[in-house]
């Protein structure tokens, strides 16, 4: 059977940062509402997975062109990709890196929450809601700053989660420029975050004008002021003027893992409100859609599990119910409480107690 041209691109994207895909990159097509769903399991060795539904390419090529953004994102089918395998990629080289800086990160946002809400139920899902959302514009902006083609990652990232907006809010063919609260502030810190270009973010802000607002825009620029220490800093954010200088300084601060207990706390007091359970008339956060887009992703794997069962499959499987990493649903930590001192295999860079690469500090290690 021919290789999927997916595949493949996978693939090169990952081999030119020097990831082992042969042993370390799982792919394949299942059907499923949104084109791609990416996740790295702690539990499987940091192995990074790719799902793409049988019609992707379609998927991915109707939402620019839906949305207008056909001239700014012409290759949605390789930017989304991209995106999808940097990003994975990111979390095991910028954040979290390991168990300690996952734990930092939940940490914070749970004391946050733990003030707001009663039952432990809803407050580990909300931890884990928002933790994931920290480590996403922290992986995010780092890659921007220091990958090798932060255009196609930027173009990329809004590629894939327009299209997850696109096929999980039913009534985003009727109200078309109408989004949730909750992917607008997403959407919105990480351009600003990632630096995207100032003509591709104008035209990505008309599109979504009806959903961005002044709060928004104000809760913006505290997350990049949190996120980057200062307030000049997070000013240069949001207006889009970044230099080289800015991105280096701006790369290291967020690489302090030291500091992500606090910065995780004070974002969660943000975000908080646009992550609250929904309300009792049925309307769903971005949450809510995509995670029933992860369980039936999950429904047709059991399927296909049962009808073909695996033999001598070694290690741990991801579970049928993981804790959940929200919008993404990408950093899988199967047992809920950081794996016991993962260890990335020989074939990829080993790290060290003090972070490695010099550029980071390990949260819990001294």
Request: hydrophobic share 35%; aromatic share 10%; glycine share 4%.
């Amino acid at each position: 059977m021919a290789k999927d041209l997916l595949e493949d691109m996978c693939a090169q994207i990952l081999e030119s940062k020097g990831w082992e895909t042969q042993l370390y990159l799982k792919f394949e097509r299942a059907k499923m509402p949104t084109a791609l769903s990416a996740f790295i399991n702690l539990a499987d060795v940091w192995t990074i997975n790719i799902i793409a539904s049988p019609d992707a390419e379609q998927k991915l090529d109707a939402t620019v062109k839906e949305m207008g953004l056909r001239d700014l994102i012409p290759n949605p089918v390789y930017d989304a990709l991209y995106f999808a395998t940097s990003h994975e990629w990111g979390h095991w080289k910028y954040c979290p890196y390991n168990d300690y800086g996952h734990l930092a990160i939940q940490k914070g946002v749970r004391e946050f929450v733990e003030k707001r809400l009663v039952r432990e139920e809803t407050i580990a899902q909300m931890t884990a809601r928002g933790a994931n959302i920290v480590e996403d514009i922290i992986n995010n902006a780092i890659l921007s700053y220091e990958d090798e083609a932060p255009a196609d990652f930027v173009k990329g990232f809004t590629a894939y989660y327009l299209n997850n907006a696109r096929e999980m809010q039913p009534n985003v063919h009727l109200m078309k420029r109408k989004f949730l609260p909750e992917f607008s502030i997403f959407l919105n810190t990480n351009l600003a975050m990632t630096q995207a270009d100032p003509a591709f973010y104008r035209k990505v802000r008309s599109y979504l004008k009806d959903s961005t607002t002044s709060l928004i825009d104000r809760d913006t620029r505290a997350i990049a002021e949190i996120l980057l220490g200062n307030p000049e800093a997070a000013r240069r954010a949001v207006s889009f003027s970044m230099d080289e200088h800015d991105k280096e300084k701006n790369s290291y601060a967020l690489k302090d893992s030291l500091l992500w207990y606090q910065k995780s706390y004070d974002i969660a007091e943000i975000i908080y409100r646009y992550l609250k359970e929904p309300p009792a008339n049925g309307s769903n956060s971005l949450s809510d859609m995509l995670d029933k887009a992860r369980e039936a992703l999950e429904k047709q794997q059991q399927n296909q599990q049962q009808q073909s069962p695996q033999k001598g499959k070694k290690g741990k499987q991801k579970p049928d119910n993981p804790s959940e990493y929200d919008l993404t649903n990408d950093f899988y930590d199967p047992e809920g409480k950081g794996s016991p001192n993962p260890t990335p295999p020989d074939a990829k860079p080993q790290k060290k107690e003090d972070g490695g690469n010099g550029k980071e500090t390990i949260f819990g290690n001294k």
